[in-house]
């Protein structure tokens, strides 16, 4: 019979990947990690809405794209799309939201995806995302990444 591993065993504990001021930031953002809800959004629902949430329920691809010039909407809807999963009864742990331009701690980490991502199976899920997915319980990553 197989050993059971609990969480602190298939992760090690690697307070390096990020800063204590950094994991406090990511879990004010995530405010679904603590069953609590975001700032209110508009009703409205733009074209590409009901697109995005398809690409992501239905895992058509490893990675969806959502770009466009600043300030013409792509936050707002990246968290309608999160606030639909949420109320379509995904789970709130299995969603990372990463607002790179509102977290100055992440210029202090030399390769952030990863290591956030490392962070989040360790200290949210409990599980990597390759054990999530096996299960039937997909994790998203949503992040906003400007240059």
């Known amino acids: 019979m197989a050993k ?11 307070p390096w990947l ?6 406090e930031n990511l879990r004010t953002w995530n405010p679904w990690w603590r069953d609590e809800v975001g700032p209110p959004l508009p009703e409205y629902r733009r074209w590409p809405f009901r697109r995005l949430v398809h690409l992501v329920q239905k895992g ?9 010039a600043r300030r013409v909407g792509k936050t707002v ?4 799309v999160i606030e639909a999963l949420l109320g379509e009864g995904i ?10 331009d509102e977290l100055p701690t992440i210029a202090e980490i030399r390769e952030p995806i990863l290591n956030i991502s490392r962070w989040f199976e360790h200290e949210v899920l409990g599980e990597s995302f390759n054990a999530c997915a096996r ?9 906003e990444v400007l240059r």
């Open 4 to 14: 059971t591993e609990n969480a602190n065993e298939r992760f090690p504990l690697m």
């Open 77 to 80: 809807l990246l968290r309608q």
């Open 91 to 100: 789970a709130g742990n299995l969603i990372l939201y990463v607002p790179f």
């Open 18 to 23: 990020v800063s204590k001021e950094l994991g």
């Open 135 to 143: 299960a039937g319980k997909p994790a998203l990553r949503a992040t």
């Open 60 to 68: 058509m691809a490893p990675a969806t794209v959502l770009r466009g």
